[in-house]
């Protein structure tokens, strides 16, 4: 017995691409709203929500919106309060906006910000990135592998290869010492004897000597490696120093560096423990995202580390604008495809298509193809609308054959004249009735579902959301989050558009002007990390 399937190859030869519907979004669930689901857009008035498990992306051109029709969104109070996120927050906007997370359960939410430059006045929380890498701990030895492929990637220059794999190879060996040593790891340590490497003056022989006696076989053997390669008159020592000093370079930024010494303000093993979820923002200046790239990268490897040692813990969303300015990130991918199994959601933002090669060999392919939710919107580079045009999918079309039809019709009238003047109907009968088939003639063809032009022109508001739980792309709305009345008094102002004081929030009569109220903290919230200033802000006739 033939098999049966649902195919309908012969009706659409081409492809059967098509947009979903409101309905299809409703069976799917994401007019649902949970504490643990993301903002997604609108459509046809009705906010639309994602609550899976898989990675998300994100992709629109420069300025187009993403922080105010997407992402403020979930960062604001009411949305997505049950999950613990990590926010790369470029500027400090993200922060700024969402910084009252006192939920209307009273609760309020850890709210930490990693901000070494004190951008708008934003608290300034110390955090080791690397407090994992203990003496004590049991897997420190693949901890700080993963920590090293971050910390000096791989660039994918063949002629890299040979300095970039030594150079990790004496950071591990320089890192097991300080660890001895110290208990655990501190970046500023690292700096410091990596910069006493290429000297090789009394200070390095201290340190040396504490490699050699360290009982480290592999930092013994990593010392001696050193000093016999002093006198390499080919270029390999300075090249490999090379590597290292150019890994640790942003520690020379001493805000930076005491950003990431002790003591510290919170252990990133505090975000798997049982209780309120936590918002961590890591603000940096967007022009220092490349220059700061290793602390940013090594802030993320230990989130997941401390994750996946306790995969039962609260569920983590990853928030990574801007994330193609990271340059090579190989955890990104790999959260992609393995990170909703110990509990890691990653959500990346990105200006193009092509700024995902960067992270890693694959990376695209990697990212595209495990993505469970992606979102398209203001494609203006070519590459982009490309890849959008594509998988959005092709159709078929039937259309009308203007000149088979015309020929038939005339063939018919010319056949219809002759049976009228004496023809023989036995003869012409079944030639006319092919011709009056032939009139009505169309042809199938295939089109994109939209072409690569037509995806660069989409409305200004509109934007393409492809679902794991849709059975097609969804064409839909973003508007942005002031012009919502149910998200008065959720939001601060943005630092970069005054004025500071006051908000504008939708009312039934319009929008209207709210002050920003500033008074002592209440005794109930003194204790959460974001008023041990003493202080607490809410918008006027919103107090938490």
């Given at each position: 017995m033939a098999m049966s399937t649902h195919f309908e190859n012969?009706?659409?030869?081409?492809?059967?691409?098509?947009?979903?519907?409101?309905?299809?979004?409703?069976?799917?669930?994401?007019?649902?709203?949970?504490?643990?689901?993301i903002y997604c857009g609108e459509l046809e008035g009705r906010s639309l929500f994602y609550d899976g498990e898989g990675g998300i992306l994100l992709v629109a051109g420069a300025r187009s919106g993403k922080l105010r029709d997407i992402l403020a969104y979930t960062l604001c109070k009411g949305i997505c309060d049950g999950r613990t996120i990590i926010v790369l927050d470029p500027k400090g906007e993200l922060a700024a906006i969402s910084r009252d997370q006192i939920l209307e359960s009273g609760r309020g939410k850890k709210v930490l910000t990693f901000n070494p430059r004190?951008?708008?006045?934003?608290?300034?929380h110390k955090i080791n990135p690397v407090g994992y890498?203990?003496?004590?701990?049991?897997?420190?030895?693949?901890?700080?592998?993963l920590f090293l492929e971050n910390w000096i990637a791989k660039s994918g220059a063949a002629q890299a290869e040979y300095f970039e794999h030594n150079a990790r190879r004496w950071a591990e060996a320089i890192c097991l010492s300080l660890i001895k040593t110290h208990g655990e790891l501190e970046l500023p340590q690292f700096y410091r004897v990596v910069n006493l490497l290429s000297g090789g003056g009394k200070e390095w022989i201290d340190f040396a000597y504490e490699m050699h006696t360290?009982?480290?076989?592999?930092s013994r053997d990593i010392e001696e490696e050193i000093a016999a390669m002093r006198e390499d008159r080919s270029g390999g020592f300075q090249g490999i120093i090379g590597e290292l000093q150019k890994s640790v370079a942003c520690l020379s930024d001493p805000l930076l560096s005491e950003a990431v010494s002790g003591p510290v303000s919170y252990d990133l093993s505090e975000l798997c423990e049982d209780g309120m979820p936590v918002q961590l923002y890591l603000v940096v200046p967007v022009e220092m995202i490349p220059l700061w790239a290793p602390v940013l990268k090594s802030l993320f490897v230990g989130c997941l580390i401390e994750k996946s040692r306790e995969p039962e813990a609260r569920r983590q969303l990853w928030i990574l604008d801007e994330c193609g300015q990271l340059g090579s990130f190989p955890v990104v991918p790999q959260m992609f495809t393995y990170g909703a199994g110990i509990g890691i959601q990653p959500y990346a933002v990105f200006q193009s298509t092509s700024q995902m090669d960067a992270l890693a060999p694959q990376a695209r392919q990697l990212i595209t193809s495990s993505a469970s939710l992606q979102m398209y919107f203001a494609t203006r580079d070519l590459g982009s609308?490309?890849?959008?045009s594509e998988v959005l999918g092709t159709q078929t079309l039937r259309t009308d054959d203007p000149l088979t039809q015309s020929r038939a019709k005339l063939k018919k009238e010319q056949l219809m004249a002759a049976l009228l003047g004496g023809g023989d109907p036995f003869r012409l009968a079944s030639q006319i009735a092919q011709l009056g088939h032939e009139t009505g003639h169309t042809r199938k063809?295939?089109?994109?579902?939209r072409t690569p032009d037509e995806v660069m022109r989409t409305a200004k508001d509109g934007m393409y959301l492809l679902c794991d739980d849709l059975p097609g792309p969804l064409y839909a709305q973003r508007k942005p989050y002031w012009t919502r009345r149910w998200m008065a008094g959720r939001y601060h102002p943005n630092p970069y558009h005054p004025p500071l004081e006051s908000v504008k929030v939708a009312t039934f009569w319009g929008m209207r002007p709210r002050k920003i109220i500033t008074e002592d903290v209440p005794a109930q919230y003194a204790h959460l990390p974001q008023y041990r200033g003493g202080s607490w802000s809410y918008v006027e006739g919103f107090r938490p």
């Open positions: 012969e009706e659409h030869p081409f492809g059967s691409a098509e947009m979903a519907s409101a309905h299809d979004a409703a069976r799917a669930g994401m007019f649902r709203k949970s504490d643990t689901a004190g951008l708008h006045n934003l608290p300034q890498l203990k003496w004590s701990s049991p897997t420190l030895i693949p901890d700080l592998k360290s009982g480290i076989q592999v609308a490309k890849t959008v063809h295939a089109r994109q579902l």
